[in-house]
Nanobody
Framework: QVQLVESGGGLVQAGDSLRLSCAAS????????MGWFRQAPGQDAEFVAS????????YYAGSVKGRFTISRDNAKNTVYLQMNSLKFQDTAVYYC?????????????????WGQGTQVTVSS
């Protein structure tokens, strides 16, 4: 299975921006949909965004739509999450995941490879 490593997290103030990166190794992600999830303390993990294998189709959780942008560079085997206008409620560990399919159809169980996560903390 492909290995995923997230980076770019940190401590920022509300209103700031961050860009997360997810670098894949041990295989190509170019044929797979990719996604970002997050988990806040004491809460279940939640879907944040997904992108199809070519980068043509994206989906976002309602809570981040208009503020976050998912993108990918298949030549670099990397996926990104640009996060703007960050809010305290965005504080969480963010995980990158690779889907078993080229398109994400809405079933989180189809994400089969996961990174270790990167902490994003937004101070209010």
């Amino acid at each position: 299975q492909v290995q995923l490593v997230e980076s770019g997290g940190g401590l920022v103030q509300a209103g700031d921006s961050l860009r997360l990166s997810c670098a894949a190794s041990g295989g190509t992600i170019s044929s797979r949909a990719m996604g970002w999830f997050r988990q806040a303390p004491g809460q279940d993990a939640e879907f944040v965004a997904s992108i199809d294998y070519r980068g043509d189709t994206t989906y976002y959780a309602g809570s981040v739509k208009g503020r976050f942008t998912i993108s990918r560079d298949n030549a670099k085997n990397t996926v990104y999450l640009q996060m703007n206008s960050l809010k305290f409620q965005d504080t969480a560990v963010y995980y990158c995941a690779a889907n078993e399919n080229a398109y994400y159809r809405g079933s989180p169980g189809t994400f089969i490879s996961w990174g270790q996560g990167t902490q994003v903390t937004v101070s209010s």
